[in-house]
């Protein structure tokens, strides 16, 4: 380390400026990454953080809710294969206030039965039961408060909110949890079926059942409208940044190691290892490299704190060590073609003033 | 006595195609302890190819180079490197010091390299005799052509070595700094008993030294 902390001492701006480039793709990806698992939790929060372990979706359905639709009786013969399970349905509408009748909000219609196991846990008010309905606190942006009462636009049945859960969402939307009793005054003509059941399972065997399918709650999650197509660019997007990193970290310290070629015949001319070199080589970039990272953390976890709620930002601090460690690496990995670089440099060079 | 640096019948061709391009021809030469030996000729004529050899950094062709009765002809580049750090001294034509590294550094340096530890006090009197006492924090870059050719000159003492090679040592400076520069080297060489050999141009630095090689063609002669 003797040379690469005289060396990055005194060439500050050089490396200042590397420490930049890196910092900025590090922030980018850790930016992304917490937009995409903001994105997914916004797409599919209802469903990933209901307790169900699974669902029984009719045969053919593709896992999608919106192509499901099991009768009541079928419901009913299919639940007995489970310990617990209960009668779901989904639906997306819009719903408006009636002083504020111009303005629609899109929402999703979740029909649980109260006091089943997928009924929502209410954060302030009452829990569900039949004199109204609990909604997502993603509501309150729209300016729905506690004890409103609002309209669901197609039916025009009054529902009055009677509690709030937490940030509920289903494909982008806020979540409505509304009881069968509710929704059969909403739905009259559908009162003989459901969309799916909700099962909650212990053991990994799977039932047979007849004309339906029980699928995970991640393959459900990845067939919600949208789900898939949104995280697979933005995965994209972050591999990218990966690729683009290697590359032009690898072009810098090619370049800087170009530039140094004449110096490492000298150095290696007075007696310095190749093994040497490759050490203050890699120290110079991995020091660069942690600097960069370190301030990219705390930049993007400070930001995580003052995302405005439109925007979904979610970030654990295992994803900000992992993204970390992946890049501290990936710059040091970019050093190889360099290294090769430095291995063939020839001592003899230093010898004869040659170049100048 | 056994001489510090011996070459005997060194020949050092390259290959081109069928034609053989000898450099060097038989080329010998002795140099004791405390001997201060130059090398002149005209440009072309071999003594890079020379001092390379000489230095542990190129393999001749034919015949053997010892060093302090060691014969390291054959030795492998891995072993070639410890011997250029511990029991040579090199000082470049351009001086060639790292340029992000201090002249207390420049010498540090060597001392890390050869793990060698309390070197402090030795790189500071080296530095004063060379009259570099109030230069010891600046820069390569802040330093005249001179004062950079003695700091080479300390960083290649710096690790004790029996033998300095000196490539071309004046060639950047003007007369009378040269002289300087070449002056205080055979200081150094006679006072630490160093044999050195000094790859030169400079007809006019002749006389300060104890030995002198006119080497034309490749072949190699001591002149008197
Ligand atoms: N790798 C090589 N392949 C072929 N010929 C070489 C090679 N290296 C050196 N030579 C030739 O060897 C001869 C001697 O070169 P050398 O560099 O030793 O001369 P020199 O005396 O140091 O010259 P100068 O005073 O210009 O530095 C030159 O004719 C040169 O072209
Ligand atoms: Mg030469």
Redesign the interface.
């Known amino acids: 380390m ?2 690469a902390l ?2 990055l ?3 500050k701006l050089k490396f200042g400026l590397i420490s930049l480039i890196i910092f900025l793709i590090v922030f980018l990806v850790l930016f992304i990454t917490g937009l995409a698992a903001g994105l997914a939790s916004d797409n599919g929060a209802a469903i990933s953080e209901s307790p169900a372990s699974g669902y029984v979706l009719q045969k053919g359905a593709e896992n999608r809710f919106s192509r499901s639709t099991l009768t009541k009786t079928k419901a009913q013969q299919l639940a007995k294969k489970f310990k617990q399970a209960t009668p779901l349905t989904i639906q997306q509408g819009t719903i408006q206030r009636a002083k504020d009748a111009a303005k629609k909000t899109d929402m999703a219609y979740f029909v649980v039965k109260q006091g089943s196991f997928i009924a929502p846990k209410s954060v302030s008010g009452q829990t569900l039961n039949t004199t109204g309905v609990v909604v997502s606190d993603k509501l309150k942006a729209s300016g729905y408060r506690l004890g409103q009462k609002f309209k669901d636009s197609q039916s025009g049945v009054t529902l009055k909110i009677i509690g709030f859960t937490t940030a509920m969402t289903y494909s982008h939307t806020p979540v409505v949890y509304v009881t069968p009793n509710q929704w059969q005054k909403m739905m009259p003509q559908e009162t003989q079926t459901v969309s799916a059941l909700a099962v909650k399972q212990t053991t990994t065997t799977k039932p047979k059942l007849a004309g339906a399918n029980l699928v995970s709650k991640e393959a459900i999650i990845q067939n919600v409208p949208g789900y898939s197509a949104e995280q697979g660019s933005l995965d994209m997007m972050i591999a990218f940044l990966y690729i683009i990193s290697v590359v032009v970290l690898a072009v810098f310290f090619y370049v800087i190691t170009i530039q140094k070629i ?2 490492f015949g ?8 190749t093994s ?1 070199l490759a050490r203050y080589l890699i120290g110079e970039i991995g020091v660069v490299a942690l600097l960069a990272v370190i301030i990219a953390d705390i930049v993007v976890a400070a930001l995580a704190q003052v995302m405005p709620a439109a925007m979904p930002f979610i970030i654990s601090g295992q994803i900000i060590l992992t993204t970390s460690l992946i890049f501290v690496v990936v710059a040091v990995l970019s050093a190889v073609v360099s290294l090769v670089k430095v291995a063939r440099v020839d ?2 060079t ?4 040659a170049g ?1 | 006595m056994t001489e510090t640096l011996k070459l005997t019948n060194v020949v050092k061709y390259y290959q081109d195609g069928d034609a053989r391009i000898e450099v060097l021809r038989e080329v010998s030469l002795a140099v004791k302890p405390g001997e201060f030996a130059a090398v002149v000729g005209p440009s072309g004529a071999g003594k890079s190819t020379f001092l390379s050899i000489a230095g542990a950094l190129l393999r001749p062709s034919e015949g053997q180079v010892y060093l302090a009765g060691q014969e390291i002809t054959q030795l492998s580049q891995k072993q070639w490197t410890k011997i250029r750090l511990e029991q040579i001294g090199f000082i470049f034509q351009n001086s060639e010091l790292i340029p992000y590294l201090t002249v207390m550094d420049q010498l540090r340096y060597m001392s890390v390299l050869a793990k060698r530890k309390g070197q402090e006090q030795r790189a500071q009197d080296l530095l004063t005799h060379l009259e570099l006492a109030n230069r010891l924090q600046q820069y390569p870059a802040a330093l005249s052509g001179g004062e950079r050719q003695r700091v080479a000159i300390a960083r290649a003492l710096m690790n004790d070595p029996q033998l300095i090679l000196a490539d071309e040592p004046t060639a950047s400076l003007d007369s009378k700094r040269g002289r300087e520069v070449v002056t205080m080297l055979r200081d150094e060489v006679h006072a630490n008993h160093k044999a050195a050999v000094m790859v030169t141009h400079d007809e006019r630095v002749l006389d300060l030294v104890d030995t002198v090689y006119q080497i034309e063609d490749g072949v190699l002669k001591k002149k008197d």
């Open positions: 003797f040379l005289r060396d001492r005194h060439a004449r110096e000298v150095l290696k001319a007075l007696g310095t290892k040497y001592p003899n230093a010898i004869g003033g100048e």
